[in-house]
């Protein structure tokens, strides 16, 4: 046991240590423990701290330094196979927000550009080493692929072949990152292609990547969207839109896709229909950000398109977020200068917890292919 810890015997009569040990226990987590999973505490104050701030104290205080722990994506696993995050009290604040995103529109148009200042604004510094050369921050497809780059490749390739391309095919990508997507898909299948973003470095990145393609970048709500396309495809940008717009981003869709045409839908997705979100991704990482799940899609949906295809690859997100994971480990040095060492600790935490939800299965990652209902059907790739 490292001597930075805290020593059990010191607080074995801490309440608060207590009950925190034996919730840990039913999922195999000890604290101080040997096990790569198990957590090394280093201020007593932390167990009162996480029952009586739940996730958001969890993840703070791991920020704070307070604790450590050698695999975080499998104490991640652990607690999350076991629901322990169900056993937890929830904080007052939680409560209000939760109450909020249902009373509220918490991604209206003004709002709705808080995330892409807050998170993808963050810098192109830590991105473009962090990511695949498509600079894909969304899930790979690890079918048959061995590394990132590929796996982010085949995603690419896969999303393209369920549209089935065409050259000469108008194509829209909302929400469209770094330009990746749509690089790929008009060097490739030649098509033209409209992207849209709410981050101004992402527009500036995506720009340059594109140049001499038949490709347009824009700073745009999706909301103000008003042409038509061929085709048109979604690619991590649906976790961000929010309950109380999914009928409008779908009536949106509707408006923008022609007649014969297909939509993709690539999207992070919950098990359960709620408004719930993780308060600490919530204020660190993505700002009113909300997952779907099957039945606000399906409902969504409804009014206008026939789904044609359904596809679960969740489990891969895992394999994707430990690749970035190093991939941040092994650029660090390079960038420390322009970051705290907080922050290493809160994109740490970030990556692995992410990484164990998906590993435990608490979330999916779901490519949904919509028609208005195509003659014969229609055959979607895997």
Same mark, same amino acid.
């Given at each position: 046991?490292?001597?930075?810890?805290?020593?059990? $015997?010191?607080?074995?009569?801490?309440?608060?240590?207590?009950?925190?040990?034996?919730?840990?226990?039913?999922?195999?987590?000890?604290?101080?423990?040997?096990?790569?999973?198990?957590?090394?505490?280093?201020?007593?104050?932390?167990?009162?701290?996480?029952?009586?701030?739940?996730?958001?104290?969890?993840?703070?205080?791991?920020?704070?330094?307070?604790?450590?722990?050698?695999?975080?994506?499998?104490?991640? $696993?652990?607690?999350?196979?076991?629901?322990?995050?169900?056993?937890?009290?929830?904080?007052?604040?939680?409560?209000?927000?939760?109450?909020?995103?249902?009373?509220?529109?918490?991604?209206?148009?003004?709002?709705?550009?808080?995330?892409?200042?807050?998170?993808?604004?963050?810098?192109?510094?830590?991105?473009?080493?962090?990511?695949?050369?498509?600079?894909?921050?969304?899930?790979?497809?690890?079918?048959?692929?061995?590394?990132?780059?590929?796996?982010?490749?085949?995603?690419?390739?896969?999303?393209?072949?369920?549209?089935?391309?065409?050259?000469?095919?108008?194509?829209?990508?909302?929400?469209?990152?770094?330009?990746?997507?749509?690089?790929?898909?008009?060097?490739?299948?030649?098509?033209?292609?409209?992207?849209?973003?709410?981050?101004?470095?992402?527009?500036?990145?995506?720009?340059?990547?594109?140049? /001499?393609?038949?490709?347009?970048?824009?700073?745009?709500?999706?909301?103000?969207?008003?042409?038509?396309?061929?085709?048109?495809?979604?690619?991590?940008?649906?976790?961000?839109?929010?309950?109380?717009?999914?009928?409008?981003?779908?009536?949106?869709?509707?408006?923008?896709?022609?007649?014969? /045409?297909?939509?993709?839908?690539?999207?992070? /997705?919950?098990?359960? $229909?709620?408004?719930?979100?993780?308060?600490?991704?919530?204020?660190?990482?993505?700002?009113?950000?909300?997952?779907?799940?099957?039945?606000?899609?399906?409902?969504?949906?409804?009014?206008?398109?026939?789904?044609?295809?359904?596809?679960?690859?969740?489990?891969?997100?895992?394999?994707?977020?430990?690749?970035?994971?190093?991939?941040?480990?092994?650029?660090?040095?390079?960038?420390?200068?322009?970051?705290?060492?907080?922050?290493?600790?809160?994109? $740490?935490?970030?990556?692995?917890?992410?990484?164990?939800?998906?590993?435990?299965?608490?979330?999916?990652?779901?490519?949904?292919?919509?028609?208005?209902?195509?003659?014969?059907?229609?055959?979607?790739?895997?």
């Amino acid at each position: 046991m490292s001597s930075s810890c805290i020593e059990e $015997t010191a607080i074995k009569d801490n309440e608060w240590f207590r009950i925190v040990s034996e919730l840990l226990s039913h999922a195999g987590v000890a604290i101080n423990g040997n096990s790569p999973a198990d957590i090394q505490v280093k201020n007593p104050d932390f167990f009162k701290r996480i029952l009586q701030q739940g996730s958001l104290g969890l993840g703070e205080s791991y920020m704070d330094g307070w604790w450590d722990c050698d695999r975080l994506d499998l104490f991640f $696993t652990k607690v999350l196979r076991n629901g322990l995050e169900n056993q937890l009290p929830h904080h007052f604040k939680d409560t209000l927000r939760i109450l909020s995103a249902r009373l509220f529109n918490l991604q209206n148009r003004k709002r709705a550009w808080i995330v892409g200042k807050e998170h993808y604004d963050l810098g192109n510094d830590l991105f473009t080493r962090m990511l695949d050369p498509f600079m894909q921050y969304s899930c790979g497809y690890w079918k048959k692929a061995t590394d990132l780059e590929t796996a982010q490749q085949d995603k690419l390739r896969m999303i393209c072949e369920k549209l089935q391309l065409k050259p000469g095919m108008t194509l829209l990508d909302i929400g469209c990152g770094w330009g990746g997507l749509a690089a790929f898909a008009a060097k490739n299948y030649g098509v033209s292609v409209y992207g849209v973003t709410i981050s101004a470095e992402q527009q500036k990145l995506a720009q340059a990547r594109c140049e /001499g393609l038949d490709v347009t970048i824009l700073l745009q709500d999706y909301r103000d969207l008003a042409m038509q396309f061929d085709r048109i495809v979604s690619v991590g940008m649906f976790e961000h839109v929010g309950p109380k717009n999914y009928e409008t981003y779908f009536a949106v869709v509707n408006r923008c896709l022609k007649p014969e /045409g297909i939509f993709l839908l690539h999207t992070i /997705g919950s098990n359960k $229909t709620d408004n719930n979100v993780d308060p600490w991704i919530n204020k660190y990482i993505f700002p009113n950000g909300c997952l779907p799940s099957v039945k606000h899609i399906a409902q969504a949906s409804e009014p206008y398109f026939v789904m044609e295809d359904w596809h679960n690859f969740g489990s891969d997100y895992d394999k994707t977020l430990m690749a970035w994971y190093q991939r941040f480990l092994a650029c660090w040095p390079e960038i420390a200068d322009n970051y705290s060492e907080r922050f290493k600790r809160m994109f $740490t935490y970030y990556l692995n917890a992410c990484a164990g939800a998906f590993r435990a299965r608490d979330i999916q990652l779901w490519q949904v292919v919509f028609s208005r209902g195509i003659e014969n059907g229609l055959r979607v790739p895997r």
